[in-house]
């Protein structure tokens, strides 16, 4: 059971790091990023090939899969949907054109994950880091390590957003960007930030993810859902929201999923996302705006004078 | 200060205003008034750069801004805040403030927080209330204050007393004439409150199906026939 709630901390804390990012590109750019997930796992493979390459361990690349992934959430916005946007494309179209390059990047990191199992002639088409985790008083590092990633993440975010211009300026960007122009900010240059970030959070999120599953090229594929589930269950116009559905979401899928196998037996655990989706579809139909839209909510903020 | 010329503008392939001839004389308040749907609204956004313009010419202390983007206009001193949503309700009123000089230096923005809560004295005791937590009054102030804060020569006011008390109207009026007499201020005003806010202007324009119906002293309007069987029902529309 102990390893249950072990394994249900780390996947809510990598879940939190992961809708982060696309709760922010959502506020800022009004698109709901499909690729999200395939950023992680472009993560897992940098983590991969500084292992292999050059040995580094996978906690240690963290930094480096940091600004390798803001450059690929930049490199998302530039390529995929800048020259959409420009150009006054619908949303449906902005969201065809994620879906797109989550494609593009599926292919890409099959491709590259060929390549490498031919430089070190190993199979790296499957992977994980288990066997390099430590522990610390029985503590495993994974769940260490990224307890420690969310809890610098959101000290990062709230020193930001709440004790600096440019965190006040991106506050007042995501609210209402015809008025932030007006006040003569760029609000260019927020959404640029949102999406370096959300590519640096998740690519760093997925330097961390091959500690707790196994990696293939189409592991994307199967988080994303929980993802989505996670930012629209806390509430897509609120960066809390994030937060609160990251560990609702990833508490639920694993408890619910451990106490159903024990019910009905372990045929259940491949129904895990099954769990994700229909808190996801009961949101959508009972209160859209999620958890940080409700009016409880609202008081919850006022009485913290948030 | 503000000239227009010949002005078309609307949004996509939907045209709102037709030829517009207007001007907007430096330290004078000027106001426009008209019917529903007669384009007031959209003149201002266009003004700003927030529609489309077909044609014509908008200059600003003699150079052409027609086509320059909002952000530019604000670093000229040019301020628009619309009817609704002209605060950012998830920010503090400081920070509201502080944001309002975004393009300002550190110091600079201190004094000119400081000058605008000196002009609205009213915010002092609220600034670290949030925006969305302020009565539809303190919120016209704070949206006036912030252009203060952003050294704005001329202020533009898409209905600043809509949805307020009469009492607390008189007050935003009375504000708008002592940022015009005090702070070198030239305001331009949308109003639908339109004989109370002709009463404070020097200048008054009458807009009817997005055209210019009258231009002229805003004594002057107040007394034309066409302004009276509008707001004042001396004759019907249809009439008129």
């Known amino acids: 059971m102990i390893d249950v709630l072990i394994g249900a901390m780390v996947w809510s804390n990598l879940l939190v790091l992961l809708a982060l990012g696309l709760t922010m590109t959502y506020i800022t750019t009004g698109v709901p990023n499909f690729a999200q997930a395939s950023f992680a796992i472009v993560g897992s493979y940098i983590a991969l090939t500084l292992l292999r390459l050059i040995g580094l361990n996978p906690y240690l690349s963290i930094p480096v899969t940091f600004i390798l992934g803001g450059i690929l959430g930049l490199s998302?916005?530039?390529?995929?949907?800048?020259?959409?946007?420009?150009?006054?494309?619908?949303?449906?179209?902005?969201?065809?054109?994620?879906?797109?390059?989550?494609?593009?990047?599926?292919?890409?990191i099959g491709a590259y994950s060929e390549v490498l199992s031919a430089i070190t002639k190993k199979t790296e088409t499957l992977f994980v880091f288990t066997s390099l985790d430590f522990n610390i008083y029985g503590i495993p590092g994974r769940l260490i390590v990224s307890s420690l990633l969310v809890l610098l993440t959101i000290l990062g975010l709230y020193l930001l957003l709440y004790k600096t211009k440019f965190g006040i300026a991106l506050r007042a960007s995501m609210e209402n960007p015809s008025l932030a122009e007006a006040m003569g900010i760029n609000v260019e240059n927020t959404r640029l930030f949102s999406w370096f970030l959300s590519g640096a959070l998740a690519?760093?999120?997925?330097?961390?993810?091959?500690?707790?599953?196994?990696?293939?090229?189409?592991?994307?594929?199967?988080?994303?859902?929980?993802?989505?589930?996670?930012?629209?269950?806390?509430?897509?116009?609120?960066?809390?929201?994030?937060?609160v559905g990251g560990y609702i979401i990833g508490i639920s899928e694993s408890l619910f999923t451990y106490i159903l196998s024990i019910l009905l037996g372990p045929g259940v655990l491949v129904y895990s996302k099954v769990i994700s989706l229909l808190m996801m579809i009961a949101t959508v139909l009972l209160h859209p705006r999620g958890i940080t839209g409700t009016e409880m909510w609202r008081r919850v903020e006022r009485w913290l004078n948030l | 200060m503000i000239k227009v010329e010949k002005l078309n503008s609307g949004y996509g392939k939907l045209q709102i205003l037709f030829d517009i001839?207007?001007?907007?004389?430096?330290?004078?308040?000027?106001?426009?008034?008209?019917?529903?749907?007669?384009?007031?609204?959209?003149?201002?956004?266009?003004?700003?750069?927030?529609?489309?313009?077909?044609?014509?010419?908008i200059t600003y202390q003699g150079k052409d801004i027609?086509?320059?983007?909002?952000?530019?206009?604000?670093?000229?001193?040019?301020?628009?805040?619309?009817?609704?949503?002209?605060?950012?309700?998830?920010?503090?009123v400081r920070e509201n403030l502080r944001i309002a000089g975004y393009i300002l230096n550190g110091e600079e923005l201190e004094e000119r927080i400081n000058f605008a809560l000196e002009v609205f004295p009213e915010l002092r005791g609220i600034l670290d209330r949030k925006a969305g937590s302020l009565s539809g009054g303190q919120r016209q102030m704070l949206a006036m204050a912030t252009a203060l804060v952003r050294k704005t020569k001329i202020l533009m006011l898409d209905e600043p007393t809509a949805q307020l008390s009469p009492k607390l109207a008189q007050v935003i009026f009375d504000k708008i004439?002592?940022?015009?007499?005090?702070?070198?201020?030239?305001?331009?005003?949308?109003?639908?409150?339109a004989k109370r806010a002709l009463e404070i202007s020097d200048v008054g324009y009458m807009f009817v199906s997005g055209r210019v119906a009258y231009g002229g002293s805003a004594e002057s309007l107040l007394n034309h026939e066409k302004f009276q069987s509008y707001f004042l029902g001396v004759v019907g529309i249809e009439e008129c």
């Open chain 1, 76 to 108: 998302t916005y530039y390529i995929a949907l800048k020259p959409l946007i420009k150009r006054k494309a619908s949303i449906e179209m902005l969201m065809i054109a994620t879906l797109a390059w989550d494609l593009i990047l599926f292919g890409i």
């Open chain 2, 177 to 193: 004439v002592e940022l015009r007499d005090n702070y070198d201020i030239t305001p331009l005003l949308v109003e639908q409150n």
């Open chain 1, 203 to 243: 690519c760093m999120a997925g330097s961390v993810l091959p500690y707790l599953q196994e990696i293939v090229p189409q592991t994307g594929y199967f988080i994303v859902v929980s993802i989505f589930a996670a930012s629209i269950v806390g509430g897509l116009y609120h960066i809390v929201g994030a937060l």
């Open chain 2, 66 to 92: 027609t086509y320059i983007p909002p952000h530019e206009k604000t670093k000229m001193g040019i301020s628009y805040l619309p009817q609704t949503n002209n605060v950012f309700t998830n920010l503090t």
């Open chain 2, 21 to 57: 001839d207007l001007e907007v004389p430096r330290g004078e308040i000027t106001t426009i008034v008209g019917p529903n749907g007669s384009g007031k609204s959209t003149f201002l956004k266009s003004l700003f750069g927030l529609t489309d313009i077909f044609s014509g010419r």
